[in-house]
């Protein structure tokens, strides 16, 4: 399957964006979506996934309470919606799919088999 993020932008803080990865390739009802980020200088992090069947959901702390996951099927589309926004959460913003897989595994990198090629979102103060 591929994966092609957008949405991407630069935003002031306490603003919102939502981003989009749109599949092909495969069917997408079947795929577990994950987002992550990569700020300058650090190392890919967790950020939200979403279980293919949209039962189950998980966010990393740090956007817990502001970003939402979620997808339309119909659309072959998943989206994270972005609110309040801080200059912390400047980053590459990357979403990846795996084929229904184990949920325990879904906050990881290794769980998924696809990758996005990521879109930039920055966040001024």
């Known amino acids: 399957v591929q994966l092609q993020a957008s949405g991407g932008g630069l935003v002031q803080a306490g603003g919102s964006l939502r981003l989009s990865c749109a599949a092909s390739g495969g069917t997408f009802r079947n795929y577990n979506m994950g987002w992550f980020r990569q700020a300058p200088g650090k190392e890919r992090e967790f950020v939200g996934a979403l279980r293919y069947s949209g039962g189950n959901t998980y966010y990393s702390d740090s956007v817990k309470g502001r970003f939402t996951i979620s997808r339309d099927n119909a659309k072959n589309t998943a989206y994270l919606q972005m609110n309040s926004l801080k200059p912390e959460d400047t980053a590459i913003y990357y979403c990846?799919?795996?084929?229904?897989?184990?949920?325990?595994?879904?906050?990881?990198?290794?769980?998924?088999?696809?990758w996005g090629q990521g879109t930039l979102v920055t966040v001024s103060s």
């Open positions: 990846a799919a795996k084929r229904f897989g184990i949920l325990s595994t879904m906050m990881t990198e290794r769980h998924y088999d696809y």
